[in-house]
């Protein structure tokens, strides 16, 4: 079955940084969008930033200039790479794939709603 593995949370002081990984693994057929979201406790999800598998990208207003996502296509992978963090940074933050799969069966399926797991990240003194 297709996994995103994601890996790179932590507890951090405010102004200092952290590098996300995400790592998609399985049958899978075309990873087209990769992206973070965040849901902060009691908040709703939400987009962080996105990548194409052309390598554009699009960020929330809130982290713009904080942080940066990259990807590795045959890697399979997304990172967020986060600088001068702050605490309302503080959240469960999700690898997002738009993407084709086999599933054991044999069974093509397209979805843009694959997700992670999900890490933590804190800031805080």
């Known amino acids: 079955q297709v996994q995103l593995a994601e890996s790179g949370g932590g507890l951090v002081q405010p102004g200092g940084s952290l590098r996300l990984s995400c790592a998609a693994s399985?049958?899978?057929?075309?990873?087209?969008?990769m992206a973070w979201y965040r849901q902060a406790h009691g908040k709703q999800r939400e987009l962080v930033a996105r990548?194409?598998?052309?390598?554009?990208?699009n960020y929330a207003d809130s982290v713009k200039g904080r942080f940066t996502i990259s990807r590795d296509n045959a890697k399979r992978t997304v990172y967020l790479r986060m600088n001068n963090l702050r605490p309302e940074d503080t959240a469960v933050y999700y690898c997002?794939?738009?993407?084709?799969?086999?599933?054991?069966?044999?069974?093509?399926?397209?979805?843009?709603?694959?997700w992670g797991q999900g890490t933590q990240v804190t800031v805080s003194s």
């Open positions: 997002n794939a738009d993407l084709t799969y086999l599933t054991p069966d044999g069974v093509m399926i397209a979805t843009k709603d694959y």
């Open positions: 990548v194409t598998s052309g390598g554009n990208t």
């Open positions: 399985g049958k899978i057929l075309n990873l087209s969008d």
